[in-house]
């Protein structure tokens, strides 16, 4: 735990590590990962793919627990550090304020934005056994007001803006199929009130390599003078095999469909042993950032092999030009 | 019910021919079938899967049209009978009136709903080569005016209601993958302006032999006092490939993603030469009724084999009675 | 009608036509066919696939009639002349006396095979919705007596021997998957009292062109003293579908897994518009024949595309000249 | 076969019969199609996709025949007319000359090429159970001298060009899997000596519509001055099977790998009973053209649903029009 | 291998090990794991799913070897811990004792149940190149009695019950397909001699999370005052290939196809390196149990990862109220 | 002859170390495996499955490195001792010499042959983004000079002889498709020239067990008195994925598509971590052999689990006895 004991004097700052010596890479990893396991959770197979932001000087959190049903809920937790997490064992049970919501059958890979004072969160949620992306809104971490799904089904890593675009409430998501869906694409949407969507357009599509076969937005954008950095999973299909990598691309900050950067190579593929090894082998995909513009510092919060919760580092500099495919 | 006040003074017009003797089936084929095929307009490879509405004393139609590219594209048309149509040679040009909307790729399977004094088109629309649900309205079936796509891709079959439910308007759909989709489902959506839609409930969902694999709302739904009458088409695999046939649920008046009743049944199934054998084998395919509730008949325009334009009739009272399955 | 009208004099006989002049087929079809459509039965959506015997004078058969469902079922039916059929409108209701027996679910593809004084029907029959081969007995065509299932699922095709072989009763059944399936040999099985089987065996698996993706046996073996011929289907995968033909094989008398002779060609493929085009495109399907070994003929009962009951002819040395491979 | 009267009077002519009377279409049918089935063989399944060329002040031809057995085999023909063919009953038996060749296996699709005053034989030839170009030639039609495979497995449709490219033979040919490949492009390799190929370059990729899936070029390119017009079969993937149709591209003269025009539309797309239903639904196989470039015509032999042979017409001047988009 | 001298003193009994300080799983790993490994055999590829039995005092077994060929077959082994094993070189060689088996082609996953004083083995058996199941007994693990397999193909994972059930032998099996079967239920059989088997009833189908492809029985049932308890194993199928965990579930003592308890939880899930990392990644596969009623403890042996055999253990009461769903 | 001549010079210096004690396997693996490892090459993702030669006094090799793009790319590499490496972290630039090449795409799993004094390089090249084999020579391992793709697509796999036979140069290869082929087997082919391919024969097919998915040569083979001994790489299909081990067979020196020894068995297995997880699980895959004869010694370089170079070690005339089935 020396990394942890590194991170004390960061005490009110975002989780850091200084990027090791003779590393090049743009994004390097914790030296204490996993900072997650199934072990921090009572009666759960496993913890991966969730959500942090800042909150009450701190930080809280949403995060996907498969139960040893391999059901997959969502739980709270908080922490102080970023690092060392208290997740709540009993999954968020959703209040629907009387509205008549499809009940929720499922809960994964939830990604939170704070918007108008509220931290929204979107999931993948079953709606008659298909997915789509179901949303809530919680002030404090403990109750959580579920909302209409955004789309119909089927659809998968939904993902807000964190301000509204030309007046309007804006979501990333990538449609899918009710499967392992073998293609995918990144789609934009918009909403005058969180309950009604439209205004649909295509922002990217998979590519070649590491994103050759489907791609799906991954942590909140985050807005730079140069526009809205965005990091994003793509999948290649090998002959074992689906391998998750995560990579960056730059969008326009006033029409976020359009792509103005973006670079072929990835930024984190899976290569330590847990990435590569858990209940999904090969598996980096990123859920979460927290930055400290201020400090050119990027925190991200990713799964690993579907079993784990991880962290990495990087500046917000290098990102941006990386995204920008100046890199 | 505007819009079926609208209708009167054309009660004597839908097209009809009486159940031929011996015949004990709830709906029957018209004996001039098919209506309508490729020779009708220059330079086309097949015409079917159409819609047509009451208009202007006499009947205005959008018909799928597949040019000899195999570019499947929609063609306004008129007729005086409902039975002979002058189909434009030309495409439909859909009017943007200057917004930017995604460029139309391909278009098909139209449906039309007169609503608020507009005949809203509804169709299979391409976005970034997916299919998804394009809109347009017309009030004179020459300038058609585009606007946005109602979902995010992949859907098919939006099928739109006659009137709003409970304030909102209100669209059925089929989410879709991006192929010749081996699953589906009716879904339920609402929007307050034709733009933004939610709400979306599931209706309900493919169930055994003629409606195994998938199914899809066809004409508008009719409003009857029993609740909306819905066609809609089933398809089945056999090891020759897909069969499409066609039946009919009740749904709820207020809550219209309440199935009240449902046949087991088809209502008419692929059986007939220009139904088994065509670019596409077995399909029936409806898109459009006409009714005269007084006169208690029903037209039904659909498609045969993905080839020609057909037309059967039935008894509305019956065709109530079959889908509350009491029949 | 003539055809019919030669066979008044052989009304006591099996049906029968002469080979048509010019032709020097083994297998030729009758001039009437098909001899039986959906408008036979009323509320039917087609009959295929059945099997008939001689009975009380004439003759009497089990029809596969699939309802407007597309719910398979089993139909008794009777003939004077087993050309001209009167199928009840009604399903086999199955009498199981008592037993506690999974409940009939669907039931299609009968045979029939006279046993010891009873008729036993065998059929495709779903235990927990998964195919496997179904059985009863009847004396009488009016109360059909149910037993226990024959094998586990998946299996399709179950045809008993005429006698027993060695002291106890044989079946050649064809193991399957839960779907179309894609693969399919004849494998012969032995029991001592018609409820539990065992002594496995493969008797001959698929081969190469019209027999090359799946076989099945048709009709109850015929003994003659050359062994037990046996008429199989065979199916070939075409890019448009399944083709499914016929031929013929002969087995070992004494152990009849055992094959002696087997012709690489079919004897009937589907070629007539009866047989090409249907609910399944390119089907003959042979259920039952009924031979005059004195007379040296059979008249062979298939399925034409799932959608009709047809007759062919043969003569017997004809048939087992084939199925020696020595035509 | 008042079609073939209307023929005699152009005896030393290619078949020809004039547009039929309010078609506009580029290329039509023979009035007395399909010219060749099944019947004209005895013990044949089916004849189809075959190939003719001028020979001896008639024509000749290679016959794909596929036996009972459905092994498909090569015959030779013979014909006064190019309509009315005399087809030897027996399959072409190769000469290898001493020649260790792989065995013959099986042999369909042939095309003929003129060649250095032989005719060369190209055809899908089995090695070791996959597909790949096999190559014969002829001086009489009555002895066949085999030769290699000229490429690896797996391939189809191998097409000759009629004379030398800078000095070598050249090939256009569909490399493909061992399957009911679903994916095909067109290929052209260049050979010093017809036994050694090489230079391979991609001439065109499968595109949209009617040739969405694969392509294959049919008959051996015609010369013309404005470059090689190419006529090929395209393949679109229904949910009911493929569906073949043909069109035209118009290639380079010198570097026939580069492609100067080509029309989206199809010439030809399956519609006629004997195209749409057959062993194989909705197949146009072009294989053969007869031209006369000083009459402006052309006969375009083709296969019809995998079961009979079929026979169209055009102007020469109107494909070259055609092909080069122009259309 | 500490974890083996805590073991000597309870040599006469089954193997165990305490439950670890601070881990309430129902079942737990032993220490020192795996307990054989490729190492063991000579020439051996992997040793895995096998199955063990208390005899002479000590312990004897058949376990899953597989050949550096990747040839599947069974040898026998001994052990007087139940820990280390002394496993023969040579594979099983069975004996047919003149009878007319079909010939060995390969066996894999064993199960041992001593029943009227022979020790029958039950394996996964090649029958014309499909899986069956096999079966065989011995009195002294030195001289297998192979007889008839029990069912057609495809099945896999045959397990007989301890005693007769109503006067009849018992066996739970899954029937499959030809290949990595993507389906799989648990169906009960019975049979008067071991030969002949019938009455066949579904126990319980696939469910959903860790069983949601495919299950299959585990272990020889125990009988237990409350019923049969079942441990079985389950399949997810995840995007880097299948996962096989176990649960446990619990049957009528009278009539075990009734299922009376089932947990939706697994017991143990691929989570060491052992059983996560292998010739098939993400294996734990039970094929036996020891178990001592009188001390509560039963001992369960499983392959990891097809490549290793291991040990875990419970308490027997913990299991049948897991089982029954009290957990 | 005059390869092995040449390397004389050299004949104490290739890599070796001794069989471990206890270790019986015909092939063991080297101590300091990995070899070469992603972080050995700046910026790059993997390095595997890559080809070397004595060259200069030392070595020289082409290795296939896969950028952060997943862009796989050949570099040029040297080591004096054949396991410490210094590998270019620029990609090979192929010298097309004014030819007008299709452009490089991407390029891997490169094997090298000296013959006639020139170093070829063969790959799996992409035409048209289809794999097929790229052909290069080098005298210096500085320039290379890339010829004409030896095949059509779709092949992989493809290893030159080190000498003429009967006159012309020979290869190896292995038609694919256009995907994660799951078929395969090893093609001879022959050349007069290396430019022009023909005479194409089957070696051998697929077989059982750890080579039943499909097979494909591996390094250079090996010219011994007994035949060529050819090590090759052979898949199975588990239900995690692909599994690649290697084996030997020996082919008739004179006619080496005659196969005159082949081992059921492989040489080896994916077993140690670095073979068992990585960017692809469960590779082994042999692209190169260095041998000394005088000594009896091999050197065969292999990849890691489509990660890392591996070596391993074997007695020449061991090797031989094994590929002979002697083992």
Redesign the interface.
């Known amino acids: 735990m020396k990394a942890a004991m590194q991170l004390k004097e960061q005490l009110r700052c975002i989780p850091w590590e200084d990027r090791p010596e003779g590393c ?1 890479d743009v994004v390097w990893r914790f030296g204490g990962n996993p900072i997650l396991t199934a072990q921090s959770i ?1 009666g759960c ?1 496993s913890v991966f793919n969730s959500a942090v932001v800042p909150f009450d000087g701190g930080f809280a959190g949403v995060f996907r627990c498969d ?5 997959p809920l969502l739980h709270a937790g908080f922490s102080t550090d970023g690092i060392t997490w208290d997740v709540q064992p009993e999954a968020i049970m959703f209040d629907t304020d009387g509205q008549d919501l ?1 009940p929720l059958e499922y809960a994964y890979d939830p990604r939170i934005c704070l918007l108008d004072g509220r931290y929204w969160v979107t999931w993948c949620n079953g ?2 056994g ?1 997915p ?1 992306i179901g949303m809530a809104w919680t002030k404090d971490f403990r109750t959580f007001h579920q909302q ?8 998968r890593n939904g993902v807000l803006f964190p301000r509204k675009i030309a007046g309007r409430y804006a979501m990333l ?1 990538r ?1 899918s ?2 499967n ?2 073998a ?1 995918g ?1 990144i ?1 934009y ?5 969180m ?8 922002v990217m ?1 998979r590519s ?3 994103q ?1 076969l489907k791609i799906g937005a991954g942590p909140t954008p985050i807005e730079t003078p140069d526009g809205w950095l965005l990091i994003y999973h793509g999948v ?8 998750y ?1 995560f990579g960056a691309a730059m969008l326009d900050l006033d029409q976020p469909w359009k792509v103005i950067g973006r670079n ?3 930024l984190l ?1 899976p290569q330590r ?1 847990y990435e ?7 598996v980096v995909f990123p859920c979460a950032c927290l930055h400290d513009a201020s400090a050119d510092r990027v925190a991200i919060y990713y799964g690993g092999a ?1 079993t784990v919760v991880c962290l990495a580092f990087a500046h917000l500099s290098e990102l941006v030009d990386f995204a920008k495919g100046v890199d």
Chains 1, 2, 3, 4, 5, 6 share one sequence.
């Open positions: 090049s009572p197979n139960s040893k049903a391999r059901l499809p709606i008659a298909e789509t209409e799904n955004a789309f119909l089904p089927h659809n998501s449609p199929d009710n392992h869906t293609f694409d789609y949407s918009e909403s005058p009130d309950v009604y969507w439209g205004r649909h357009r295509l599509k070649t390599g590491w050759a290649l299909q090998s002959c074992s095999g689906y391998v990598s072929k190579k990835y593929a042993q590569r090894v858990g209940d999904v082998n090969n579907d």
